[in-house]
């Protein structure tokens, strides 16, 4: 074992994964060398978090081999992967909310052996901490933390196991920009005790900053394979990523703004944890006019999309076009002209085992030509979504097909039609482009552009900046329930946004 | 309406409900929730009356009512673990089911004298003024077990590894999950559990407190009662044993108001006219309503809850959109 | 041991094939009766005979076939009560309370009596019985209702206690006020207030003599034609399926999720009363401690196995109600609650085949790929 290089922390070759209906990974390769950070990058359904699952023991690879350190391994749970030093940073956290971060650490641990007698472990979770710069109080709840400490658990946990081959799965989806400064710190602190990390990632900018080679998937395939990072431009990379030139086209029109529709007014509201999340707030939205509004995750986004849809209680008051919606049911926003992409598609924003058709209909199902007075005429009901789907390209069998079926940009399209056919006099739109691929990022941006271009009011909520710097007039950063500025985006200058989103500078 | 028969009393049918309660608690915090209590406690009550009464054994007659029970709810398992099925209408097909084993595998053992667990007094703690002859005399063991065994489980869900393991399941089983953990394996497990303890509870009717067969009057809804008291007990077995002995002293003290002429010094209605019994025997029922309506509010009130994965199938590995 | 395939079972991507839930449905009644004949085997009975028998004493002659539909009477209005309920995903197990309380309403018509039952036309005293059972019921139903919409208290289990207590608060009024000479039950009712039945026109058509089909199979067709409507062509249909499908979409939409699980639970309160109207007024023409063998609970079985579809009810609580005549003379008692378990437990454990389909999977093919 002398003469020959040591070997690569991960060997991963021809892997082959597939899903019922879908080829996710078709032989792939990936290699990562010892003490690298490693960046897997690749647009959403590319079949990069499917790759990690496989390195991470989740799924088991139908064809492929897999090598840790030389050894080859079958791994038929995390467990094992896991006992080979492979942990998982993953993006929606793994994390029990009821229980202590401590608790958390030790989960699926095999000590304590029984009695759970935890002070000792507390320390040595601190002592670990220090290790590694990642600061957390371990006798605090899940639920009390904060999104960024929460990740910090999360590296914790990976590294209590002894891990030295971590996958860290878009980490900073939900950092502020001084934030991911620091996790990237971290992450090279960790290389330097000799730890080698791949990093997910479907921001090209990030991935060039940090990593020091990448590979590239798209639709399963590999389309680079541990290029360096020198010499690549970010046009190349969205290149191999998506395969075609990509022209960041999404054209925005000079015009001017309107009347006020949206008046929010010193509003006061308590998120699920009865903490304040909105703290005497105020903003305003004009006709044709979208005002983006920045902000790390947890600062009262949701919170703010939800008073103004009537699905929150609060203080204030919140006028669309005078009428004033705040504090009441969500049919009273609704009949004020206000229509909402939530957040959540699944969960909120569509009903998963009724048909396009009936979840098309869900805002006008009481109005001619599809209701009268008692009933539905569901072949009108039927006709209308049919031309939904054609006017905004909807990929479904037909319009009996099932919400859940669909994917995240189609059914992202029906929720769109949707809301857009109430002719709505404002629009709040939360995160509406989250998890979709590119080609469906585009499409949903445009329909929001031609939105604006009719009149209508934009509160568009999102974590991508620059989504909001495209899209937006205007931009206002969230911190803690307040607006700590309000910028044009023409001149938005991004070290001035990041400090008023973590709260170190107001402009208000 | 002497005070201390009605504790007495109360500790004695309460251990029914405490641990056909404590069972369900053990299955809900792992997420699952098991609506067929009624049904295994039947069959539980059934096939310990039986054994006990083919081998003599009232013992082997507890076992088998365990083995009946868990062995009832793993059908409950497979269905809702494995194939994701709706866990209310399962739960409801056991109790339909149990139910009907029960009465069907138990015809004719009505009137029967079957070898019962023993009742004895603790010596010395017997002799206490009071508290003595309420708690420790006189009682079936399977009560002085009850007694220890609502305080270890409450110490075990929260002070041991396997008990924790058990929160985070119910909790956030993708978490446990990709730690490790087996999440359908510890589902079968305390589903298992619930099902043994539900048929504990059932051989605890028929074979020490109420001994004898009476067909489905036998648990006469107390099933669906211990289902309830779970959420009274905010899933907390020493909790759900407070308001099982809650319960039983209440039932004692609605039989003895039927009694005596006088109550209280008033003329009782109820000596009067028996038919007005028709409403004390309403009174369990309204009471877990009220018990339930509390429980809601002081839920919503400390943000408390079930379970957060109660209820909902899980599925390695579902992307969201 | 190592067999050259395997079977695995792999999500549905495409559509459910529409014969495939009436499949699963006859094929779980099937295999019901198929295990229910091997337990009657192990305890000494004699299953093909018993399967003649449950044929010949439910579908053998017009007689017997009016029995059967006599007991499937209240099974539909029961089972639609059941599946409007279950259509909201509200589990409403309190058909039973709500259809005693709906037979006490309705009896109070006789029993107080409300209007002179001599001079009072018939179809006056039976409209009458119909309101007044169908408002005992969505009392009944309100109950549970309310404690769900304000205090979001658990419908299961609160309609489920006021099973015991309607049926403890039938007990007080027939042992009690209303008795008959001391017996648990009140006396016969007046003939105005039976429900009209074929045998009452044995006089002009001799072949309806003894046959006592009421018209109550009427209201419950006509029931079941209304919640058909309601469910598939009215705003309110509508409106309970999104809720049920996925509340919070539904509150997102604006749709008043409190004020439904109130009407939705008196509904179908108000279904389970009429059914347990038509039970005294049609059937036992009295108020008595045992009305229902279970209504209410056989009741969510052919919901859930007619797929919450209501004129599938109508087919399968004509099936049910064979199995309440059947059970009557066959023994053991309990064979046809067991019955009725399996074939619930049958239903729901083929409902697996409409989200997954059964592949097998050569090992040799894997073995290849791997390689």
């Known amino acids: ?113 029984f009695f759970m007698n935890l002070t000792k472990y507390d320390q040595k979770i601190r002592d670990l901490q220090d290790q590694f710069g990642l600061r957390v109080d371990p006798t605090a709840n899940i639920w009390q933390l904060s999104v960024g400490e929460q990740q910090r658990v999360e590296i914790l946990k ?37 730890k080698s990390i791949i990093f997910i990632s479907h921001k090209l900018h990030e991935v060039t900053t940090v990593a020091d080679r990448l590979t590239v998937l798209r639709r399963g395939i590999a389309t680079a394979e541990g290029i360096s990072i020198e010499g690549l431009t970010g046009e190349k990379l969205a290149e191999l990523m998506v395969g075609r030139k990509v022209i960041f086209s999404v054209q925005k029109k000079e015009q001017e703004p309107g009347d006020v529709v949206l008046d929010v007014r010193g509003v006061s509201a308590e998120n699920n944890k009865g903490v304040k999340a909105l703290n005497n707030l105020s903003l305003n939205v004009r006709e044709g006019e979208i005002l983006g509004i920045a902000g790390v995750a947890g600062n ?66 009481r109005e001619a030509p599809i209701g009268s007075r008692w009933s539905i005429n569901f072949t009108e009901a039927r006709n209308h979504a049919r031309e939904l789907k054609e006017a905004y390209d909807i990929l479904a069998p037909n319009v009996r097909t099932m919400a859940r079926k669909l994917s995240g940009g189609n059914l992202q399209k029906v929720i769109l039609a949707r809301e857009i056919t109430t002719q709505p006099k404002l629009m709040v739109a939360m995160q509406p482009t989250r998890g979709l691929d590119v080609g469906a990022i585009e499409s949903i941006q445009r329909l929001l552009l031609a939105q604006r271009e009719t009149g209508t009011a934009i509160l568009l909520i999102s974590e991508e900046l620059d989504e909001l710097l495209t899209l937006s007039d205007r931009i206002a950063v969230l911190y803690e329930g307040k607006v700590m500025g309000i910028v044009d985006a023409k001149d938005a200058d991004i070290n001035e946004i990041g400090l008023m989103m973590t709260g170190q500078r107001s402009n208000a | 309406m002497n005070l ?84 209310v209408v399962s739960g409801l097909s056991l109790t339909f089911l149990g139910t009907g084993l029960a009465l069907v595998l138990g015809e004719g053992l009505t009137g029967q004298n079957p070898a019962l667990i023993p009742t004895v007094s603790i010596p010395l703690l017997s002799q206490i003024p009071f508290l003595g002859p309420v708690f420790f005399a006189e009682h079936s063991v399977l009560v002085y077990i009850g007694y220890i065994f609502a305080p270890l489980s409450t110490y075990y869900v929260y002070k041991t590894r396997p008990g924790m393991h058990l929160r985070a399941v119910g909790e956030k089983p993708s978490a446990a999950d990709t730690l490790g953990i087996s999440v359908y394996g510890v589902r079968y497990f305390y589903t298992f559990v619930g099902g043994m303890l539900a048929g504990l509870a059932g051989a605890t009717i028929t074979l020490a407190v109420s001994p004898g067969w009476y067909s489905s009057q036998t648990t006469s809804g107390q099933g669906w009662i211990a289902v309830g ?44 006219n028996s038919n007005y019994g028709f409403f004390l025997q309403m009174m369990p029922f309204v009471l877990t309503i009220i018990a339930l309506i509390w429980g809601s509010r002081a839920a919503t009130k400390k943000r408390l809850g079930s379970p957060a994965a109660l209820g909902v199938p899980y599925i390695r590995g579902e992307r969201g959109l | 041991m190592n067999l050259p395939f395997k079977i695995i079972l792999e999500k549905r991507t495409d559509d459910v094939p529409k014969w495939l839930p009436v499949a699963t449905a006859f094929g779980s009644v099937v295999i019901a009766f198929i295990i ?36 499937a009477t209240p099974l539909i209005m029961v089972g639609l009560a059941c599946s409007v309920a279950f259509k909201m995903k509200l589990w409403n197990i309190g058909a039973e309370g709500q259809f005693y309380i709906g037979a006490f309403a309705a009896s109070l018509v006789v029993l107080i009596p409300m209007v002179d039952l001599e001079t009072t036309p018939k179809f006056i005293v039976i409209g009458l019985m119909i309101i007044m059972g169908m408002i005992g019921g969505a009392i009944w139903g309100f109950f549970p209702g309310y404690l769900k919409a304000k205090y979001k208290v658990n419908e299961i289990i609160t309609t489920l206690m006021l099973n015991y207590i309607a049926l403890y608060w039938n007990n007080f009024w027939i042992f009690d006020k209303w008795s008959d000479a001391g017996f648990q039950m009140t006396p016969q009712f007046n003939k105005v207030a039976w429900l009209p039945r074929l045998s009452d026109l044995a006089k002009e058509y001799k072949a309806f003599s003894g046959i006592t089909l009421h018209l109550g199979l009427v209201f419950g067709i006509i029931a079941a034609i209304i919640i058909w409507w309601i469910l598939e062509r009215s705003h309110w249909g509508y409106q309970i399926k999104l809720i049920g499908d996925n509340p919070k979409a539904a ?57 919450l579809n209501p004129f599938a009810v109508i087919l399968v609580s004509i099936l049910f109600g064979a199995l309440i005549v059947a059970g009557r003379e066959i023994q053991p008692s309990g064979l046809a609650s067991l019955l009725q378990g399996i074939i619930l437990f049958m239903v729901i454990s083929s409902d697996v085949f409409l989200r997954y389909k059964i592949r097998v999977i050569r090992t040799e093919q894997t073995e290849q790929e791997t390689a």
Request: aromatic share 6%; glycine share 12%.
């Open chain 3, 36 to 71: 229910s004949g091997i337990v009657l085997k192990i305890i000494g009975g004699d299953p093909i005979r018993v399967l003649k028998f449950f044929f010949s004493a439910t579908f053998g002659s017009w007689p017997v076939f009016s029995d059967t539909l006599v007991k």
């Open chain 2, 229 to 272: 008291l779970v959420i009274f007990a905010q899933w907390n077995p020493l909790r759900a044993a407070f308001g099982g002995y809650l319960f039983g002293m209440l039932r004692r003290f609605i039989l003895d108001l039927q009694g005596p002429a006088l109550l209280f010094g008033f003329a009782n209605p109820l000596y009067v």
């Open chain 1, 300 to 365: 009262g986004q949701s919170e703010l999309a939800e008073v103004i849809t009537g699905l929150r209680a609060c203080e204030g008051s919140i006028l669309v076009n005078g009428e004033d919606v705040a504090n009441q049911e969500p049919a009273k926003a609704i009949a004020s002209g206000v229509a909402h992409v939530p957040e959540d598609r699944t969960g909120v924003g569509s009903a998963p085992n009724m048909s396009i058709t009936e979840n098309t209909i869900m805002k006008n199902y």
């Open chain 2, 4 to 87: 201390e028969i009605i504790l007495h009393a109360g500790l004695a049918t309460g251990t029914i409900l405490l641990f056909a309660a404590i069972g369900e608690i053990f299955a809900e915090r792992a997420g699952i929730l098991n609506l067929g209590v009624e049904g295994m406690m039947l069959l539980g009550a059934m096939a310990g009356f039986s054994t006990s009464l083919s081998t003599g054994s009232a013992w082997l007659g507890l076992l088998v009512a365990m083995l009946a029970g868990g062995i009832l709810s793993l059908a409950h398992g497979l269905v809702t673990i494995h194939f994701q099925a709706d866990q």
């Open chain 3, 251 to 307: 509150r997102y939409a604006g749709l008043n999720i409190s004020r439904n699980l109130i009407l939705v639970m008196m509904l179908s309160g108000a279904l389970a009363g009429l059914a347990g109207m038509s039970e005294v007024s049609g059937v036992v023409h009295r108020l008595q401690e045992r009305i229902s063998p279970g209504y209410g609970f056989t009741g969510i079985i052919v919901a859930w196995l007619a797929k």
């Open chain 1, 158 to 194: 990976v590294l209590y196991r002894g891990a030295d081959i971590l996958i860290m799965d878009e980490p900073t989806a939900v950092l502020a920009p001084q934030e991911i400064d620091d996790l990237m710190n971290t992450m090279h602190t960790m290389t330097e005790q000799g």
């Open chain 1, 1 to 113: 074992m002398t003469s020959s290089p040591p070997p690569h922390a991960v060997e991963m070759k021809d892997i082959v994964i597939r899903f019922p209906g879908v080829l996710a990974n078709d032989h792939v390769n990936l290699t990562l060398k010892h003490g690298e950070i490693h960046a897997l990058l690749g647009e959403n359904g590319a079949g990069k978090n499917t790759l990690m699952n496989a390195l991470s023991g989740l799924y088991k690879p139908v064809a492929g081999t897999i090598k840790v350190h030389g050894e080859t391994v079958s791994f038929n749970s995390p467990k094992d992967a896991i006992a080979k030093g492979i942990g998982m940073v993953h993006q929606h956290f793994m994390l029990v909310p009821t229980q202590t971060v401590t608790e958390n650490i030790l989960l699926g641990l095999n000590e304590p052996k």
